[in-house]
């Protein structure tokens, strides 16, 4: 069945070092999102991509969506202790499928040292 | 505000003791859904509801009821839980999307279920 993986599944970084994780879909996506899952609390939706090699960046951080449609990376410059968390993308089950499910990626979990 | 209330936010209890986890938004959304959240595991589907009386499987119903009476409303039911219900339990809702465009999924605090 279709499925969304992510890469790296743990980062240890130390603070001002950079940050990548990597999603990749078994099958094309019409769009893909992002969401931030900060210790003990619940994801919070950050972006979501829906063009062929759109790039979009918030801050620090830069989100970007391949040509194919089936991958997608979350880079982060210059980490910081607030950047701790698990970072999850997520695809709709089916192309165009704006309302079915959001099949989510395992997550990358981030730790920064200070 | 808007928000996903889901009560308890913490749970111990036996098995085989029904237990009913409640969730509400108050954000008028179509769309809601149950999740599982265990280590290594990522966050798994139990069920969704794409809108009142219109509920479905997910990718690991096994054990769990839901029901959608209204809108605003999702409870999750272990009718007979057992220990390897075990797990960290999410709420979420969103609005309908665009034909290829998603809506951001909002998600409720957690509730933490130990079963013995």
């Known amino acids: 069945g279709q499925q969304v993986m992510q890469i790296p599944q743990y980062q240890h970084v130390q603070e001002g070092e950079d940050f990548t994780t990597y999603c990749n879909s078994s099958t094309t996506l019409s769009n893909i999102q992002w969401y931030k899952q900060r210790p003990g609390g619940h994801p919070v939706f950050l972006i979501q991509l829906v063009k062929s090699g759109e790039v979009k960046k918030q801050k620090r951080l830069t989100f970007q969506f391949g040509e194919a449609k089936k991958n997608s990376s979350l880079h982060i410059t210059a980490t910081q202790t607030t950047d701790v968390g698990t970072y999850f993308c997520a695809g709709p089950r089916w192309y165009g499928g704006s309302q079915g499910n959001l099949i989510f990626g395992k997550g990358t979990k981030l730790s920064v040292k200070p | 505000e808007a928000q996903v209330t889901q009560n308890p936010r913490y749970l111990i209890t036996v098995t085989g003791k029904k237990l009913t986890v409640t969730c509400s938004q108050n954000?008028?959304?179509?769309?809601m859904s149950w999740y599982r959240q265990d280590p290594g595991l990522g966050l798994r589907q139990i069920y969704y509801s794409m809108n009142v009386e219109v509920t479905d499987k997910g990718d690991v119903p096994e054990g769990y009821k839901v029901s959608r009476k209204e809108k605003r409303n999702f409870p999750l039911i272990l009718e007979s839980p057992s220990p390897n219900q075990t797990s960290l339990y999410f709420c979420?809702?969103?609005?309908?999307?665009?034909?290829?465009?998603?809506?951001?999924?909002?998600f409720g605090d957690g509730t933490r279920l130990s079963i013995l």
């Open positions: 954000m008028n959304h179509e769309y």
């Open positions: 979420a809702s969103r609005a309908y999307g665009t034909e290829y465009s998603n809506q951001p999924q909002h």
